[in-house]
């Protein structure tokens, strides 16, 4: 493997750009969108199977890793690439997001954040050198920045305090990280809808320099107008030539707007927890196949989509396997989904490329807004 990591942007349209993470285990094409494998797995898919639906990066969980195997034990059986069977590139988050939702079960201090395992109640420890040790345990290609991020509603106080902790944390985690050529440290802005917040963290985050951005502290709350509010001016604020992550994002109206507002990367669980509970993603919206109109439909889920899920099986089946609780019921939605979103990504970054991204995306509001067809 080479040991370049790289960023480059080769098109912009407004806000939107498109482009290539170049990293040692292959091109990540921007805006990307990455599929969540909590445990080192995407949930109901084989490895090559999220690669067959266009993901170019997997994003992994270092909280529930660390506790389960453990870091220690990936590292042993060769690292996190190996022991999931994914040679392509893979993100992983820092655990501090995690910690953060245990609240009862955790205690912060400025050295870091104990808490007890949802597991089996263990006691750990996870501190930004800690966070680094385990990351670097699973060989991540991509490596987060350990932080706090609050939940909003909060106010500017807590706001504030928080973010100046997850700047003390970003450059305690850039010294720890130390010179990994060909893996990416990116420092994380914090300030929660506050725009002198985000500013400050921005220049905090410039100023210890990252190979990369992620916007934090979105997502948790605030509503998508507050959300794209903020997204208005934050991208803004982080280096132009450096990739921009927000995190935890989202719908596929989130994923737009964001990429409208200059975001090149993002990762939710939602199309692979939407198909393990009966819900599908399609280009007129959202498909309830649990509901009993479905029973008698012989139609694929999008006669326009040519994953397995709509080449091989109608909506009748689909409707009878998960009303079965069948696990193929499962496999083939969550296939279905993030194919859908693979495929967002690539009509968006066609269309930036080729300066047309305002007419790409009035088509997929106006396409959604038909809603789904009723059988025939």
């Given at each position: ?6 960023f480059h942007?080769?098109a ?6 498109t482009?290539t993470i170049t990293t ?8 990307a969108?990455?599929?969540v494998?909590?445990a080192?797995?995407v949930k ?6 999220v690669?067959a ?5 997997l994003?992994?969980?270092t ?5 389960r195997?453990t870091a220690?034990r ?8 190996r022991f999931?069977?994914w ?12 910690v953060?939702?245990?609240a009862d079960?955790r205690k912060?201090?400025?050295e870091?954040?104990t808490?007890?395992s ?7 420890m996870?501190?930004?050198e800690?966070s680094?040790?385990i990351?670097k345990l699973l060989g ?7 932080d ?9 106080d807590r706001?504030?305090?928080s973010m100046?902790?997850?700047m003390r944390w970003?450059?305690r985690s ?9 893996h990416?440290l ?11 917040f ?7 985050l410039k100023s210890?320099g990252?190979?990369?951005?992620a916007v ?5 709350g ?6 794209f509010?903020?997204?208005?001016y934050a ?5 132009q030539?450096?990739?921009r992550?927000l995190?935890?994002?989202?719908k596929?109206?989130?994923i737009?707007?964001a ?6 990367m ?8 939407s198909g393990r509970t009966?819900q599908a ?6 498909v ?22 709509c080449?091989?099986?109608?909506r ?6 998960f009303?079965?609780?069948?696990m193929?019921?499962?496999?083939l939605l969550?296939?279905h ?7 967002m990504m690539?009509?968006?970054?066609a ?5 047309r991204?305002?007419?790409?995306e009035a ?14």
């Amino acid at each position: 493997m080479g040991q370049v990591f790289d960023f480059h942007v080769t098109a912009t349209d407004g806000a939107a750009r498109t482009g290539t993470i170049t990293t040692p285990r292959g091109d990540i094409r921007t805006p990307a969108f990455m599929p969540v494998g909590t445990a080192a797995t995407v949930k109901a898919m084989l490895p090559e199977s999220v690669a067959a639906t266009g993901a170019d990066i997997l994003l992994g969980n270092t909280y529930h890793l660390m506790l389960r195997p453990t870091a220690e034990r990936i590292a042993n059986l060769g690292g996190l690439h190996r022991f999931m069977n994914w040679d392509k590139p893979i993100l992983t988050d820092s655990g501090g997001f995690q910690v953060m939702s245990l609240a009862d079960l955790r205690k912060l201090t400025e050295e870091g954040v104990t808490f007890r395992s949802h597991v089996d109640g263990s006691k750990h420890m996870l501190s930004p050198e800690r966070s680094m040790e385990i990351q670097k345990l699973l060989g991540s290609d991509i490596v987060m920045c350990f932080d706090e991020c609050p939940a909003l509603p909060a106010d500017r106080d807590r706001i504030a305090e928080s973010m100046r902790l997850s700047m003390r944390w970003a450059e305690r985690s850039k010294e720890a990280f130390g010179d990994r050529p060909g893996h990416a440290l990116f420092g994380i802005q914090q300030g929660g809808l506050e725009r002198d917040f985000r500013e400050e963290s921005a220049e905090a985050l410039k100023s210890i320099g990252f190979d990369g951005y992620a916007v934090g502290g979105l997502a948790v709350g605030e509503g998508q107008e507050a959300m794209f509010s903020c997204l208005d001016y934050a991208p803004g604020m982080l280096p132009q030539d450096k990739p921009r992550y927000l995190m935890g994002v989202g719908k596929p109206d989130d994923i737009v707007g964001a990429v409208k507002r200059g975001i090149d990367m993002m990762d939710c669980v939602l199309p692979s927890r939407s198909g393990r509970t009966g819900q599908a993603w399609t280009r007129r919206g959202q498909v309830n196949i649990k509901n009993a109109r479905h029973a008698d439909d012989p139609r694929p889920l999008d006669e326009d989509c040519t994953c397995p899920a709509c080449r091989g099986y109608s909506r009748a089946y689909l409707h009878h396997v998960f009303r079965a609780g069948e696990m193929i019921s499962g496999m083939l939605l969550t296939w279905h989904n993030l194919h859908y979103y693979q495929e967002m990504m690539a009509g968006m970054r066609a269309a930036i490329a080729q300066g047309r991204f305002a007419a790409w995306e009035a088509g997929f509001h106006a396409q959604r807004a038909e809603g789904d067809i009723e059988p025939m």
